[in-house]
Nanobody, 129 residues
Framework: QVQLVESGGGSVQAGGSLRLSCAAS????????MGWFRQAPGKEREFVAA????????YYADSMKGRFTISRDNAKNTVDLQMNSLKPEDTAVYSC??????????????????????WGQGTQVTVSS
C-alpha cells in the first residue's frame, strides 16, 4: 500500500506563488513516475505535470508550461509542484499520484489519470483576482 499526502495548498492572489508538496509512505516510491492532477468544481480531472522516476524527464500541460515546475527528492520520498504566476483559472483541488507501472515514462500514458494507481486526497488551491 502507498499513502500519498499533499500539503501546501491555500489562497493566493493572482500573480502569486504556491509550492505544493506530496509525501509518500508505504510501498515503493522510487522507480515510479509521479504526477500532479487537478480538478475544479464542475470540471473533469486535468493533468498538470509528471516527472520520471529518476527526475530527469518532466512533462507539463500546455497551460502550465513556464509557470509550474515539478521536482522530486527520492531520498525523502517527496514530489513538489512549484506554481508561479498563478491565475484564477488555476483554482482547483490538486492531487498527486503514483504511476501503476515502474520505470515507465511516456507522454501518452503519463497524461492519463488511469496510468496512476495511487492518489492523495488532494489540497485546495484558490487564486483570487
Amino acid at each position: 500500500q502507498v499513502q500519498l499526502v499533499e500539503s501546501g495548498g491555500g489562497s493566493v492572489q493572482a500573480g502569486g506563488s504556491l509550492r505544493l508538496s506530496c509525501a509518500a509512505s508505504g510501498r515503493t516510491f522510487n522507480g515510479y513516475t509521479m504526477g500532479w492532477f487537478r480538478q475544479a468544481p464542475g470540471k473533469e480531472r486535468e493533468f498538470v505535470a509528471a516527472i520520471s522516476w529518476k527526475g530527469d524527464n518532466t512533462y507539463y500541460a500546455d497551460s502550465m508550461k513556464g509557470r509550474f515546475t515539478i521536482s522530486r527528492d527520492n531520498a525523502k520520498n517527496t514530489v513538489d509542484l512549484q506554481m508561479n504566476s498563478l491565475k484564477p483559472e488555476d483554482t482547483a483541488v490538486y492531487s498527486c499520484a503514483r504511476s501503476s507501472r515502474a520505470y515507465a515514462f511516456t507522454i501518452a500514458t503519463m497524461i492519463r489519470f488511469d496510468s496512476y494507481g495511487y492518489w492523495g486526497q488532494g489540497t485546495q488551491v484558490t487564486v483570487s483576482s
